[in-house]
């Protein structure tokens, strides 16, 4: 969430009291600082902060007005690659100076990815411009690439490639440490140094020794102050500044030092007063640090490496006269591609010939093999076990089922959840602060500790080398990147950061009943004719007749029971769906046929409906059966039960659920009996039955209003409304366009244990997320005042800038260590 501007036109306005209108109404609204209204380019120019108000709602206040406000005819979406980034304080700096440009409308850094998600209006401002602005920052900026296979392993290759460098370089700088560290203090645990290098009797030796020593470390680490002292010059202090100050302190006093015991001023005592072993030694442990941190970071991304690689690289195609091996990228649609056992769908498509076992796991995660035969649906990634397969080419390249999921979970990767806006906020001024800490403990101590310099400086070194805002800045990223990307192993595909943090804040969970706690392919199960009705096979060749133009599963389960028995039937001549009631058909014989609930009848006026029908349809309702009433010509004629058999893992999924002290709720437009008959079946708490498709919503609404957090489970067809009201919206089964237009997330997987580990994985990632930040947060309030000397105030120790810098260079590795835990993640 970030402060947003932008310029766009306003219809509707024709004299200054119109603007001047828009301008006070707009200007009062919480979370809108700017407001400024042009009545001669009929233009306003907004700046709101969007955690507080969204632009919908400044649209729609507007409106209210009498007037419109129009978003700029293209709002351009793009990702860049950042390069130069190196703490919580670089990135936390480029989100401020590019959400702060006119025309920009978001833009999330995400420190560990290095990549940068970006909204801007290119009538407003140009991408080139943006670039231009974080290049001024001292950051570089590329557009990403669209994410395929040869990015993948280029952008592996470089971190291969980058992780060596860094490697080579430390071995250097260690061995180096590692000798000026005995020559300096060696002599103080006992080791004998030689007489020409010994600080008490060749000074000048011993000093120019270290000095000769400590240069090549400083060229192997001058990243440091490459980056640090222009972040410094250009007054946006990052943690390389902090490095470059600290260190270089301690060269350029030790350096003094050198001089002066070669002019002979009490050599022996300034020999004794030298750092060159702590800038090397800290040079080292801080590179040290920060080739693991690299390598860890390079392995939250493990799990889109993984997706990436399931597809192949080539594909037989078959074509007149024979086969030919062609590349992925190159098959297009309607190709038939060969796939034989063993081998990889290449692309999304359809069986046209032959039948095998397809594992499925690694989308859905589904650990058994399904059946496919002609007519079955393949997905790209998945994997052939058995016989070989003929399929046409549906989607291919970006618009595959594998290239979405990708694209989705990189896009979930890159965002943000509210948690880190503290953290954020708080890194941008970190560095500068902790600079302002370092000059006032070093000064205090000097003036009004009364110390010498030497301690003095030492107390300066100690507080700019603790002090890490880059653990701060990976406590969220870093979380959020390797749970999005474990829950796409495990066939859960969450939209974003804030929808993760809203996750693991629900207490109740609502249920579409049917397709999502029941199979969804209900049968029909009773046929009871009244007496003086048509025979039982006339009856149900219209009723089949009538509901053959229905999509309701209801109405297919009839169709199929009807089919089954071999009982021909014709299309009826019209047809109506009533939502929540029935259907209303004309049928062969011109008569008119209803078909639904009880509701229906009384509503038509029906006849015929003795007190026994009535205790029929309660008995099978209390079976957990669905009872239609059939009538034709406004008389009575028969009563049908429908059952729909409710999932085999759904009572134990309601069961953990209770264990995780979430509220269970079902919602479904069945009458009372029939839903309560299921929801005693498998330990649903309440039950909220006979509600329309339109009125789901307002049912979500309701436990809101009661201070539940809610989340929806259902397909995100006819319930997408309920989806999108509710705190968490969960489409099952559907695919992941319907994640993305209706809900929150989506369980690939069409059984409800997806919902379990929704739950799961949201409320471990969000511990997860805590746990860093606690720990970020801890290390730098508790570490930073003890390197400024508070301790040693009240008779304790001070902090030795070596053993700051190391602990520096640890704090970071330690949360992306933690974050790596969700890998292991299990439901």
């Keep these: 969430m970030a402060f947003r501007q932008l310029q766009t036109e306003i219809t509707g306005m024709h004299c200054a009291a119109c603007s001047t209108r828009i301008e006070k109404v707009v200007g009062a609204l919480v979370g809108v600082d700017e407001a400024v209204v042009n009545l001669a380019s009929a233009s306003i120019f907004l700046g709101w902060h969007d955690e507080t108000i969204s632009l919908a709602d400044i649209g729609t206040a507007i409106s209210e007005l009498g007037f419109a406000l129009v978003l700029p005819a293209t709002v351009r979406q793009v990702e860049l690659e950042l390069g130069g980034m190196h703490c919580a304080a670089c990135s936390s700096r480029i989100e401020k100076v590019v959400t702060g440009l006119a025309g920009v409308t978001h833009c999330t850094v995400n420190l560990a990815a290095e990549s940068c998600q970006l909204e801007f209006a290119p009538e407003s401002i140009t991408l080139r411009q943006i670039r231009g602005a974080i290049s001024d920052l001292g950051f570089s900026a590329t557009l990403a690439s669209d994410g395929g296979q040869a990015s993948l392993a280029n952008k592996q290759q470089e971190q291969h490639d980058a992780l060596a460098a860094m490697q080579a370089r430390l071995i250097p700088s260690f061995l180096l440490a590692f000798i000026i560290m005995v020559i300096s203090m060696g002599h103080m645990v006992g080791l004998q140094l030689p007489r020409f290098i010994h600080p008490n009797h060749a000074p000048l030796s011993f000093a120019t020794l270290q000095f000769c020593l400590v240069l090549p470390v400083l060229w192997v680490g001058r990243n440091f102050y490459q980056l640090g002292i222009p972040a410094l010059l250009r007054r946006m202090p990052t943690m390389d500044s902090l490095i ?52 860890a970071k390079a392995r939250t991304s493990e799990a889109i490496s993984k997706l990436m690689k399931l597809a192949p690289e080539e594909a037989i195609l078959l074509k007149e006269g024979g086969q030919e091996t062609i590349l992925v990228e190159d098959i297009l649609a309607g190709d038939h591609i060969l796939v034989r056992p063993g081998e990889r769908i290449p692309v999304d498509g359809m069986v046209v010939d032959g039948g095998s076992r397809v594992d499925e796991s690694m989308l859905t995660g ?333 049912e979500i609404a309701r436990l809101q209003d009661e201070g539940r957090v809610v989340a929806m489970v259902g397909d995100g067809l006819n319930d997408a409304p309920a989806l999108a009201r509710a705190d968490v919206g969960i489409a099952m089964g559907t695919g992941i366009d319907v994640a993305i237009e209706s809900g929150d997330m989506v369980l690939m997987q069409g059984n409800l244990d997806g919902v379990i580990t929704a739950m799961g994985l949201s409320r471990a990632t969000m511990r997860n997320i805590k746990q860093n930040l606690f720990w970020a947060f801890a290390y730098n309030i508790v570490g930073v005042p003890v390197a400024a000397g508070v301790l040693y105030i009240f008779g304790g120790p001070t902090l030795n800038p070596m053993i700051g810098g190391a602990a520096m260079a640890m704090s970071s590795v330690s949360v992306v260590s933690n974050a790596l835990r969700l890998r292991f993640f299990k439901p």
């Design 366 to 698: 589904e650990s058994l093999a399904v059946q496919k035969s002609k007519g079955d649906a393949l997905l790209s990634g998945t994997l052939n076990r058995h016989g070989a397969l003929t399929m046409a080419a549906e989607k291919v390249g970006q618009d595959t089922m594998l290239a979405r999921i990708i694209k989705l979970v990189q896009q979930a990767q890159g965002s943000k959840a509210p948690i880190a806006n503290l953290a954020d906020r708080i890194s941008l001024y970190f560095v500068p602060m902790v600079m302002a800490i370092a000059c006032v403990a070093g000064l205090s101590w000097y003036f009004v500790g009364q110390a010498d310099f030497s301690f003095s400086l030492r107390i300066f070194i100690a507080v700019l080398v603790i002090a890490c805002p880059c653990a701060m800045g990976l406590a969220t990223p870093t979380s959020i990147m390797v749970g999005m990307g474990r829950g796409a192993q495990l066939g859960v595909l969450i939209k974003n950061g804030e929808v993760l943090e809203r996750a693991q804040q629900v207490n109740t969970i609502v249920f579409d009943k049917t397709g999502t706690l029941t199979h969804g392919q209900p049968r029909l199960t009773d046929f009871m004719a009244c007496a003086g009705a048509m025979e039982r096979g006339t009856l149900l060749a219209l009723v089949a007749g009538a509901e053959s133009s229905s999509e309701h599963p209801l109405a297919e389960a009839i169709v199929r029971s009807v089919t089954e028995e071999g009982i021909i039937f014709s299309k009826a001549r019209s047809f109506q769906a009533l939502p929540g009631q029935g259907i209303e058909a004309i049928v062969a014989d011109d008569s008119q046929l209803l078909l639904g609930n009880m509701q229906l009848m009384e509503e038509r006026q029906v006849t015929g409906i003795e007190r026994e029908w009535l205790q029929q349809a309660e008995e099978l309702a209390q079976q957990g059966k669905t009872a239609l009433y059939l009538a034709l010509d406004g008389r009575f004629q028969a009563l049908l039960g429908v059952a729909d058999t409710v999932k085999g893992e759904t009572a134990a999924t309601i069961s953990r659920l209770h264990a995780l002290a979430i509220h269970v709720v079902m919602l479904t437009g069945d009458n009372r009996q029939t839903a309560r008959a299921i929801a005693e079946q498998v330990g649903i708490d309440q039950v909220i039955a006979q509600v329309l498709p339109d009125e789901k919503d307002t």
């Design 244 to 295: 470059a100050v600290g260190t270089g302190a301690a060269f350029v006093y030790s350096s003094w030092n050198l001089v002066e015991i070669g002019l002979g001023i009490d050599p022996v005592a300034l020999a004794h007063d030298l750092y060159f072993e702590s800038a090397a030694m800290l040079i080292a442990l801080v590179s040290l640090g920060k080739y693991l941190e690299a390598k």
